[in-house]
């Protein structure tokens, strides 16, 4: 089973910088696809960045030039630098990951979730 561990939220002040980490636990044959979603309360979960095989990048329109997303394939984590923080980027942030096991078994898989609060 393929876990996803996040860790690096927290409350901030605007302006500040935060970096949140993600690592897959499992098995893993091989990572197609890694990203960061956020769910503010009373709003549906958004994609905030994704980078895939090769390195190449998305971002939300409201992150660009504030947000960095990275990856380590050797260790099967993904990073999100989140500079210039804003009371709107205020959410639950998920990683997310495309995963296929050393079974061969393709899968979609989600972290817990880890709370940014950025304060005005």
């Known amino acids: 089973q393929v876990q996803l561990v996040e860790s690096g939220g927290g409350l901030v002040q605007a302006g500040a910088s935060l970096r949140l980490s993600c690592a897959a636990s499992?098995?893993?044959?091989?990572?197609?696809?890694m990203a960061w979603y956020r769910q503010a309360p009373g709003k549906q979960r958004e994609l905030v960045a994704n980078?895939?095989?090769?390195?190449?990048?998305n971002y939300a329109d409201s992150v660009k030039g504030r947000f960095t997303i990275s990856r380590d394939n050797v260790k099967n984590s993904v990073f999100l630098q989140m500079n210039s923080l804003k009371p709107e980027d205020t959410a639950v942030y998920y990683c997310n990951a495309v995963v296929t096991t050393s079974g061969l078994q393709r899968g979609i898989y989600w972290g817990q979730g880890t709370q940014v609060t950025v304060s005005s």
């Open positions: 499992a098995s893993i044959f091989s990572i197609k696809a």
């Open positions: 980078i895939i095989t090769g390195g190449s990048t």
